[in-house]
């Protein structure tokens, strides 16, 4: 078994009934770094690139990360990869193709996520030569 668990599959969030092939992408987003946490080696996090909500000024604020960095930084094996996640018909805007390229470039491993069955063939599908 890949997982510490064997109640992996118990702790992922499934679609709401009636929707079994469509996630939200907070949905995936938890699933991806329940899964990634779970493996040996393994590490992620989810980078918050959203805004916030400043009650004293009564104005939404701008989040101070840089623009375009991926939903989910994981380091397995060693490895950066970047994880950016998509529902439905979204697509990446020009900052995170702009990022995609960077992370590319330095040798880093960047991911567009649809689903949690596609994250889970693309981790499957992962194997780094050692350093």
């Known amino acids: 078994m890949r997982f510490k668990s064997k109640d992996m599959a118990a702790n992922l969030i499934p679609p709401k009934k009636g929707e079994l092939k469509k996630e939200t992408a907070n949905q995936i987003t938890r699933n991806v770094l329940r899964i990634a946490n779970f493996k040996n080696r393994c590490v992620a996090y989810r980078i918050n690139n959203v805004g916030v909500w400043d009650e ?9 990360t840089e623009k375009g960095l991926p ?22 805007s020009e900052d995170q193709k702009k990022r995609k390229f960077e ?14 069955d596609d994250f889970i063939r693309f981790f499957d599908s992962l194997t780094f030569k050692s350093n």
Do not use: Q, W
């Open 71 to 92: 939903d989910i930084v994981m380091i397995y094996e060693g490895r950066y990869i970047g994880i950016e996640v998509k529902a439905g018909s979204d697509r990446l």
């Open 56 to 64: 004293k000024k009564g104005m939404h604020r701008k989040g101070n």
């Open 103 to 116: 992370i590319e470039r330095a040798g880093g491993v960047y991911f567009e996520c649809r689903s949690t």
